[in-house]
């Protein structure tokens, strides 16, 4: 498929529906421009590298039906999806906003404007029904490299998971990831989230983690401090190995 003989003159991406002070979330839409996104992502190596879901959207063919089939998903169930993720950002840092000569290079609407953050595409957010077992609901991210270690992944799982308990009236939540992959570990365990080990997900293995709306309201009435002390402290600890049985048993 050429990518570009279908290509719009003008897309215009629908409308935030999360709005944090670092993330905006929307839908993705069906337009070539959320396709060309989804398609350059994953086509970045280091982002599939531990996938357990590893479906090729990195070809035009196959983000087109994933999009298509998303648009009936968002319509029939309302509050769950996958959005894209925008990370605001400022083209230029404090450091550089006070630097004398910067500011007598730019007039004072310039440095207004280059002050002002602005939505950059990060990846995607996801609330959505496990796979085999649909009454169950699984939160997950999947962020470019450049979005990593910035604090958006704590950023939108704090707000899905608000999202999922206090508007959506959940009574738990699951996030799923591959047996090795570390650095979803300790986010998760900041939010939150109870290690269950490695269970059946699918036709593969994978690491669980769980949480129960009561303990999810414990655990953020604590400081942030000691919410990110007993991550810490659990991520030290060995990981519990589980036989390979449904996920939601």
């Known amino acids: 498929m050429n990518a570009l003989a279908d290509a719009p003159q003008e ?14 979330l929307r839908e993705f839409s069906a337009s070539w421009a959320d396709r060309q996104l989804l398609v350059r992502m994953h086509q970045e190596s280091r982002l599939r590298r531990l996938l357990i879901d590893d479906e090729p959207l990195h070809r035009h063919e196959v983000a087109d039906v994933f999009l298509q089939r998303l648009q009936a998903f968002y319509r ?11 990370r605001l950002v400022r083209l230029l840092g404090d450091s550089e906003l006070c630097d004398p000569m910067v500011r007598d290079l730019l007039s004072a609407e310039a440095l207004a404007q280059w002050s002002e953050p602005r939505p950059r595409f990060a990846g995607w957010f996801n609330l959505m029904p496990m796979p085999h077992a649909p009454d169950e609901l699984e939160l997950g991210a999947r962020l470019l490299p450049d ?9 939108g799982g704090e707000q ?14 699951w996030a799923v990831c591959h047996p090795q992959h570390a ?25 669980h983690y ?3 709306a009561d303990a999810w309201r414990r655990h953020m009435a604590l400081p942030r401090r000691d919410r990110v002390r007993r991550a810490l402290h659990q991520v ?4 519990p190995e589980r036989a390979v049985v449904e996920a939601a048993a």
Not at 148 to 155: I, P
């Open 11 to 24: 897309a215009v991406a629908p409308p935030p529906w999360l709005v944090t002070p670092t993330l905006r």
């Open 76 to 86: 029939r169930h309302e509050g769950l999806g996958i959005w894209c993720a925008e």
């Open 147 to 155: 979005a990593w270690g910035t604090g958006l992944a704590l950023e």
């Open 160 to 173: 899905l998971l608000h999202h999922a308990f206090e508007q959506l009236g959940a009574a738990r939540v």
């Open 183 to 207: 650095s979803v570990r300790y986010c998760v365990l900041s939010l939150g989230f109870e290690d269950q080990g490695v269970m059946a997900y699918g036709e593969v293995p994978a690491r």
């Open 210 to 212: 769980l949480v129960a």
């Open 236 to 239: 030290r600890m060995p990981q």
